[in-house]
C-alpha cells in the first residue's frame, strides 16, 4: 500500500478500515455495563456535535485525540477533548 492510500502515513491500515459502516457494527458487538455508557440521547447528541466538528477527519476519527468518535462518545464520563473546550456540553 502507498503512502496516499493512508489516513495516517505510519499506518498500514487502508481508507476501508475508517468505513463508518464497519466502525458502527464495531461498536455494536462491544457490551458496556449500561451504568457506565451514556443515555442514549446523550449519545446522539455527542454524534451531532462532532459530527458538526471541524476536527472531524473521514466521518469517523477526532483529529484531537486520534479516537474513533463513536467509540468515544459512547462512556457516561467522557469527554469532548476539543482545545477550545468540549462541545458536548
Not at 20 to 32: D, N, S, T, Y
Not at 58 to 73: K, M, P, Q, Y
Request: glycine share 4%.
Amino acid at each position: 500500500m502507498n503512502t496516499e492510500d493512508r489516513l495516517c502515513p505510519h499506518c498500514e491500515l487502508g481508507q476501508d478500515f475508517f468505513n463508518p459502516e464497519k466502525i458502527a457494527a464495531l461498536v455494536a458487538e462491544i457490551k458496556i455495563d449500561p451504568s457506565l455508557a451514556a443515555e442514549k440521547d446523550v449519545y446522539e447528541k455527542r454524534l451531532k456535535a462532532c459530527g458538526e466538528c471541524d476536527a472531524l477527519r473521514d466521518e469517523v476519527l477526532c483529529s484531537h485525540c486520534g479516537c474513533f468518535i463513536l467509540f468515544r462518545a459512547r462512556p457516561a464520563k467522557s469527554y469532548c477533548p476539543h482545545p477550545a473546550g468540549d462541545k458536548w456540553k
